[in-house]
């Protein structure tokens, strides 16, 4: 579903004659993006039982982030994984470069932090979960159903059992004693089972679009990821090896604004805040090469009812600021894992155990998000109202040189308010 859409409507609940088989398995995971993907392999390695279903036939999709942070990275490494993984082609940065008015500043160094990995790791995320998805695949207790469209929860007693979906023969059954919603931002699960998030609205929305790579593009050296400022807008530009992508932040609301003032406005200000993208803008010639992103972050009260674990973006989207959400997800998945396998192996998954989930992941989630919005209500929302590049205050400049602080922001880009281990009753 792209970004901004709402849920289809309704569709008809499945007669029992309209099933074609009724599968069992301990724990079905509903989504193969980074938090379902990663908590099925988890689950897998240590011998439980894992169908895994995802709605896309393949993991090409919409531009969603790439980047894998050292948090992540450690938990690959512990499971034996971060040297395969840097067998992909990829690109490491040390930290955004913000350009603003006459200079550039790069408030975040991760060379300094103490880790084997001191870098975001950039790979796009289709490439990230086939290299997931094939290393789970070597476990027997994995089942990975690609192109299976979630439609229903199977409901009993008070508890979720199992659910049905759409697949390209008809309507399946999987059931099982835990289900994982890790179905993303517009979670179907989420809104089956009836939980609500609380939103936050952003002050901005972003256009994502692609830029070519052209002869003479901008040096390496200038960095893989970087933001200009200018005119009240932000540009987020993302190095992808064959492309520039790039996300142009406006204030909420003007989408409509921009289509009026029309496409040779938009190049013109997408140039006017990088120059060296004068030539590449020519390549925008269609609104279709742009996708709205309606920017917002939301929390569940609760993740979590009897037979039913929210993660991920399901549980709590958040804002862009910072790139964390793959982040977040994966951590979600490690989580669960340490909390549930011994629970699922035992056939005994108590509402409390999903409980704790909930309770280890929504504190580090909540430090988060606060931030996240104090970032963009005061430093984001005065660049978009300022018609000038912004300047860094002398406090800013201050907090960044002295050596104690100056790490506290890469520290928490890198890791989150929480370091996650993986823990694993098997050996590795
Ligand atoms: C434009 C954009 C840019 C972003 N950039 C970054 C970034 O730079 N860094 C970062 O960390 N995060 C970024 N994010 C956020 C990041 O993509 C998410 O936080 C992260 O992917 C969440 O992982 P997830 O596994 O919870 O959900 P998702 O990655 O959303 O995966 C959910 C999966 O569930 C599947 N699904 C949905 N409904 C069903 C159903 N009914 N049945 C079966 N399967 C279903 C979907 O197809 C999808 O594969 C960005 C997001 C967007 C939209």
């Known amino acids: 579903m792209p970004p901004g859409s709402t849920l289809a409507p309704e569709p008809a609940v499945a007669e029992a004659d309209d099933i074609r088989d009724s599968q069992k398995t301990t724990c079905c995971v509903v989504g193969g993006g980074p938090g379902g993907m990663m908590l099925a392999l988890l689950l897998a390695r240590q011998r439980i039982r894992v169908t895994l279903l995802e709605q896309h036939k393949d993991f090409d999709r919409d531009f969603r982030g790439d980047t894998i942070h050292p948090s992540i990275m450690e938990i690959l490494d512990q499971i034996g994984l971060a040297e395969p993984l840097h067998q992909l082609r990829h690109a490491?940065?040390?930290g955004p470069t913000l350009r603003l008015a006459n200079t550039t500043f790069s408030p975040v160094d991760l060379r300094?932090?103490?880790?084997?990995?001191p870098y975001i790791f950039l790979v796009p995320q289709p490439r990230f979960l086939e290299f997931l998805a094939a290393e789970a695949s070597k476990y027997p207790d994995f089942q990975l159903v690609m192109g299976a469209n979630v439609e229903q929860l199977i409901e009993e007693d008070g508890?979720?059992?199992?659910?049905?979906?759409?697949?390209h023969d008809g309507m399946h059954e999987v059931r099982a004693p835990l289900v994982?919603?890790?179905?993303?931002r517009f979670s179907r699960v989420?809104?089956?089972?009836?939980?609500?998030p609380i939103k936050t609205s952003a002050p901005m929305d972003i256009l994502?679009?692609?830029l070519p790579h052209i002869p003479g593009d901008l040096p390496e050296a200038e960095g893989r990821v970087f933001g200009g400022f200018g005119g009240g807008r932000v540009l987020a530009v993302f190095d992808r090896f064959d492309y520039w992508q790039v996300g142009y932040v406006f204030p909420k609301g003007q989408y409509q604004d921009l289509r009026t003032a029309g496409l040779d406005s938009l190049r013109h200000s997408i140039a006017e805040i990088e120059p060296a993208f004068a030539e590449h803008v020519k390549s925008l010639t269609d609104w279709h090469q742009f996708s709205l992103l309606s920017v917002e972050s939301n929390r569940c009260p609760r993740w979590f009812k009897s037979g039913l674990l929210l993660i991920g973006d399901a549980a709590h989207v958040m804002s862009p600021i910072g790139g964390v959400g793959i982040n977040y997800a994966v951590q979600d998945a490690v989580v669960a894992a340490n909390v549930l396998a011994a629970p699922l192996r035992a056939d005994r998954v108590q509402v409390s155990d999903l409980g704790k989930v909930q309770h280890e992941r929504?504190?580090?989630?909540?430090?988060?998000?606060a931030m996240q919005s104090a970032m963009q209500n005061r430093i984001l929302a005065s660049a978009l109202r300022a018609q000038a590049a912004p300047r860094i205050p002398w406090f800013v400049r201050a907090f960044f040189a002295i050596p104690f602080l100056r790490d506290i922001p890469a520290r928490i880009l890198a890791f989150g308010v929480r370091r996650v281990r993986v823990q694993e009753e098997r050996s590795v």
Request: aromatic share 18%.
């Open 362 to 369: 929504e504190w580090p989630t909540r430090v988060i998000q």
């Open 112 to 117: 300094r932090l103490k880790t084997r990995f």
């Open 92 to 94: 490491k940065i040390y």
């Open 208 to 210: 994502w679009f692609r």
């Open 190 to 196: 989420r809104h089956l089972a009836g939980f609500e």
């Open 159 to 167: 508890q979720v059992r199992g659910v049905r979906y759409l697949g």
């Open 180 to 184: 994982v919603g890790a179905d993303g």
